[in-house]
C-alpha cells in the first residue's frame, strides 16, 4: 500500500485565491511527522509546513496551512492567496521512526497559478 | 543556500561508467539522506547515514554504494550506469536520526545524464 497518496497530478488556480492540495498518508506508527515540501522548476526542494501527529491544532506558516485530519488520516495543504510564484510542484511526505525515518514521498501535485 | 552541499550540479555520463556524488551537510547534522527522483518512479529513499554509521537502506541497487566521512561528507557512488539512472539525486540532512519532528533540509541536487 502507499504511505502517501496524493490523487491531485495537476491544479489550476487563479491569483490570489486559495487552492487545496490533498494529501492521505497510511501508518500504524502513532507517532509521525508529515511534510509539505515546493519543488520550482528549478529543482530544489523547499520545505514549506510540518504537522505532526501528536500536535492539536494545525499548523500555520504564512500564506501556508495544514488541514490535519487525524481519523481520516489526511494533511491537506492550503494555500491563501495565491501568487505566480506559487506554481511548482508540491509532495506531501511523512516520516516514522519506526521505518528509520526516512521520507516517504507522494507522487505530487502540479500548481499553475493562472495570472 | 540551505547549507546542505551537492556537487556537482550536473553531470553527463556515458553508460557502463562509474559517477560519485558529493554531498556536505548542514553544519550541526549528524544524518544523510540519499533520494533518487526520477520521472517514473518519482522520489525513492536510496540509504541514510547517520555520523558515519548505515542506519536505513532503501531501494537502492547494488551498482550503487554510498558512505560517510568522519567530517560527515557523503559519497554517492553509482557505477555499470544505465540510461535508467538518469535522474536527480537529492541529498538531505537533519541533525537527529530517531525523531520524525526533524524535516529534512534538501540540497540543490545532483542531475545525472546518462548517454
Known amino acids: 500500500a502507499q504511505k502517501i497518496t496524493q490523487t491531485q497530478p495537476g491544479m489550476f488556480v487563479q491569483e490570489k485565491e486559495a487552492v487545496t492540495l490533498d494529501c492521505t498518508y497510511d501508518?500504524?506508527?502513532?507517532?509521525?511527522?508529515l511534510f509539505w515540501y515546493k519543488q520550482p522548476s528549478s529543482g530544489e526542494m523547499i520545505f514549506l509546513i510540518y504537522?505532526?501527529?501528536?500536535?492539536?491544532q494545525n499548523a500555520t506558516e504564512g500564506r501556508y496551512s495544514l488541514n490535519f485530519q487525524k481519523a481520516r488520516k489526511s494533511a491537506n495543504l492550503v494555500i491563501s492567496a495565491s501568487q505566480l510564484g506559487d506554481s511548482a510542484m508540491y509532495f506531501c511526505?511523512?516520516?516514522?521512526?519506526?521505518?528509520?525515518?526516512?521520507?516517504?514521498f507522494g507522487t505530487g501535485t502540479s500548481l499553475t497559478v493562472i495570472p | 543556500d540551505s547549507g546542505v552541499t551537492q556537487t556537482p550540479k550536473h553531470l553527463i555520463t556515458a553508460t557502463g561508467q562509474r559517477v560519485t556524488l558529493r554531498c556536505s551537510p548542514r553544519?550541526?547534522?549528524?544524518?544523510v539522506y540519499w533520494y533518487q527522483q526520477s520521472l517514473d518512479q518519482g522520489l525513492q529513499f536510496l540509504i541514510q547515514?547517520?555520523?558515519?554509521?548505515?542506519?536505513a537502506k532503501g531501494n537502492i541497487l547494488e551498482r550503487f554504494s554510498a558512505q560517510q566521512f568522519p567530517d560527515l561528507h557523503s559519497e554517492l557512488n553509482l557505477s555499470s550506469l544505465e540510461l535508467g539512472d538518469s535522474a536527480l539525486y537529492f541529498c538531505?540532512?537533519?541533525?537527529?536520526?530517531?525523531?520524525?519532528?526533524?524535516?529534512?533540509?534538501f540540497g540543490s541536487g545532483t542531475r545525472l545524464t546518462v548517454v
Open positions: 538531505a540532512s537533519s541533525l537527529s536520526a530517531g525523531e520524525p519532528s526533524y524535516g529534512y533540509t
Open positions: 501508518t500504524s506508527d502513532p507517532s509521525y511527522g
Open positions: 504537522q505532526g501527529s501528536y500536535d492539536q
Open positions: 511526505a511523512m516520516r516514522e521512526p519506526n521505518t528509520g525515518n526516512q521520507f516517504y
Open positions: 553544519s550541526g547534522d549528524l544524518s
Open positions: 547515514y547517520y555520523n558515519g554509521e548505515e542506519r
